[in-house]
Every structure is written in structure tokens, then in C-alpha cells.
């Protein structure tokens, strides 16, 4: 047997991508509200790659990078996961703060609460848009966050996948701000059987 | 000279000998099993993902559950000359990245894995030396063919050698 998400037409690469990408918008323009800038934002990539591929894209298993995670229950239960490298996060808490860029240096408890409550922000106008997209009910769990290498962090959710298969399905969009100084990386990673509900949703087969 | 850094990557293994050394980066729930035979310094690095692959709907990569990945280690170990009685284990890994309150199963997965990779070990009769698992943080982990050290590093929790 063969990953079921080997076998996506190009039609459900495209829906897949498009709800990436309303998804995506609304988180953007979430967060420049939050820290009154500008936020562009990537072409959402809706990518199938090895499990063991997927930290490369933000930098490398050893890389280290903030989590924000949560998971979405409904009828298209999934993972969704905030990743940005550690000085973006930094950077973005001096924003937050109204901090000179480059007095944070790590974490205390309040930054930690502040950059969870931005994933839960992020994640909540994301999931909005995907629901009113699919007509799925889609909630968010509360955040959770650490500071740690991104293999480590991305393991949470490539175990789950890892059940069913040897392959992801990433839908992913990155964010940049004006300066340059935030990257951050929007992970929606549907449970194995949510792409069906996703996909059923839309209409695309 | 700079001896050889191998790198394994998830749900992998590769075998080497001395004075080579295998390295895993970014652990969370999963664990990187060291085999060790000290007189020919031939050893092994298993990076699995899950406990056990008759629960898993996909078992086509043999190297990604502990069932079936310690036994292919150990083949390939044995074929490069190390003597399964002198093989000797360590383990690094297992963590829990994220707490929630109403944890599943899958959450708890390094927990498992640990169990799993332990009761493996002792069905083939491989000696558990050192173990380093659980927490909720990261690990990187080295295993030196020249000396059969063990070294997880991680992000705050400092470094250390089994």
C-alpha cells in the first residue's frame, strides 16, 4: 500500500493550495494588525515530501525555532503549527513590547504567554476562513509552546503522520515582515482522514 | 584528520565503524538507539519514530518502528563483524514537546516508545547500559565509534556524555 496522498490530482493540489492561501491571508493580516506593519506573504506551498524532508524546510532538524501548536478538533481534526526561527521571535516580542530590536534575548513568561496568544490569534483566522470555505466546523485547542530544534518540535505531528505513511502533506505559507527581520512558517496539517472531509467540502475530486 | 560524520536521518539507521562517528539531529518523542560492540568498534544509530509497526497502517520503512528496526540494525551490525553477545545499548529521546491536558495516546508517544525499545531490547537480549529519555525537550545525539561515547546535546538542558 502506498500513501493515499501520493494519488491527489492536480485539481486537489489546486483546492488544497487556494485554502492555503485564504487561510493564510486572513493570519496575515492578523498579525500586521498586531504589530502595525506591514505582512507579506508567500504563495502557499501545498507540498508532498519524505517525513524526514520536512524540518529542511525551516531551516534544518537542528535549527532552532519557536512552536506555537495546536490542535483542531471538528469534523476535520488536524495540527496546526506556528514555527518561526528564534530570532524572528525575539524580534517580534521587542515589537510587542515596544522593546528596541535586539534587547530580548530569551523568553520569559510573559513573552511566551504573549507569542501563544499570537498563535491563537494566527491559527483562530486561519481556521475561520477554512471554515467558512469548507462549511466545516473547525476549533482550535489552546496553544502550546516551546523553544527547541525544529526536528524536535515538527516531531509532534510527523509521528502522527508516520502511522499512515512515509509522506506529508504540508500546506505551507511563509511570512515575511517589511524589514525582513520575521519569517514565520504556518503549518496546516490535516489528520490523514480530514483531506477526504477537506476535499468533499469543496466540491474537488 | 577530521574522522567521519555519518548522518542519520529520521526513521533511519546506518552502521559504521571506527573512527567514524553517526549523528541524529532534533529528537523530540523520538529515539535514537545506540548499539556499541567495543572490541571491533563497530556500531549502529536507529532513529525511530514509533513503537510498534502491527499498529501502523503503513509499515513499508522497516527503519521507522522499534520492532523492526532494532533487529535490521543488529543484522547489519553482525554482518560488519560485531559479536551480538559484546553489542550493548543506549538510548536517548522519548520526550513529550508539548503538554496537554487531556493527552492522547499519540501525544505520549515518546513515553511509548521508550517502553517499547526497552522490552525490544531485553527480548534479544541486548544489555541496556544508559539511557537518557523523557522531558519535554529537544535532543541531538552522537555516537563515537572510537570510544562507544554517547553524547546528547540540547537546546538549555546542557550536554552530556553516556
Known amino acids: ?205 | 584528520m577530521m574522522s567521519e560524520l555519518i548522518r542519520v536521518g529520521m526513521a533511519d539507521y546506518k552502521v559504521g565503524r571506527s573512527p567514524a562517528s553517526l549523528i541524529s539531529y532534533g529528537l523530540g518523542s523520538c529515539i535514537g538507539i545506540a548499539f556499541y560492540d567495543s572490541s571491533t568498534k563497530v556500531g549502529g544509530l536507529l532513529h525511530i519514530m514509533l513503537p510498534d509497526s502491527s499498529q501502523a497502517r503503513s509499515n513499508e520503512n522497516p527503519a521507522k518502528f522499534a520492532d523492526t528496526g532494532i533487529p535490521l540494525m543488529l543484522n547489519d551490525m553482525i554482518a560488519l563483524g560485531a559479536v551480538k553477545t559484546r553489542i550493548v545499548a543506549k538510548i536517548a529521546g522519548g520526550a513529550q514537546m508539548f503538554k496537554f491536558a487531556n493527552a492522547t495516546d499519540i501525544m505520549r508517544v515518546g513515553e511509548r516508545n521508550a517502553e517499547a525499545v526497552k522490552a525490544i531490547l531485553k527480548d534479544l537480549n541486548i544489555k541496556l547500559i544508559a539511557s537518557d529519555t523523557g522531558g519535554n525537550y529537544g535532543r541531538t545525539v552522537e555516537l563515537k565509534l572510537e570510544t562507544g561515547v554517547y553524547r546528547i546535546k540540547t537546546i538549555d538542558k546542557g550536554e552530556k556524555e553516556l
Open chain 1, 1 to 205: 500500500m502506498t500513501d493515499e496522498i501520493l494519488n491527489l490530482s492536480a485539481d486537489q493540489l489546486d483546492a488544497l493550495r487556494e485554502i492555503g492561501n485564504v487561510g493564510a491571508g486572513n493570519s496575515a493580516t492578523a498579525l500586521s494588525q498586531i504589530i502595525s506593519r506591514k505582512i507579506d506573504m508567500t504563495v502557499p506551498k501545498v507540498e508532498i515530501m519524505p517525513l524526514g524532508d520536512v524540518p529542511d524546510v525551516v531551516g534544518g532538524p537542528d535549527a532552532m525555532v519557536v512552536g506555537v501548536f495546536l490542535r483542531v478538533y471538528g469534523l476535520a481534526p488536524g495540527s496546526v503549527l506556528f514555527l518561526l526561527p528564534r530570532d524572528s521571535a525575539f524580534y517580534l516580542i521587542d515589537m510587542l513590547m515596544g522593546k528596541e530590536r535586539g534587547t530580548t534575548k530569551n523568553l520569559d513568561f510573559m513573552d511566551e504567554s504573549a507569542l501563544m496568544e499570537i498563535g491563537n490569534i494566527l491559527a483562530g483566522s486561519y481556521l475561520n476562513a477554512l471554515s467558512h470555505f469548507t462549511k466545516l466546523t473547525l476549533l482550535p485547542s489552546i496553544p502550546a509552546l516551546a523553544l527547541d530544534m525544529a526536528g524536535a518540535i515538527l516531531s509532534v505531528v510527523l509521528v502522527q503522520l508516520g502511522q499512515m505513511g512515509d509522506h506529508a502533506l504540508v500546506i505551507e505559507t511563509e511570512f515575511l515582515s517589511e524589514d525582513d527581520g520575521i519569517r514565520g512558517h504556518f503549518f496546516l496539517i490535516p489528520d490523514p482522514g480530514s483531506l477526504n472531509t477537506i476535499l468533499a467540502a469543496v466540491g474537488v475530486k
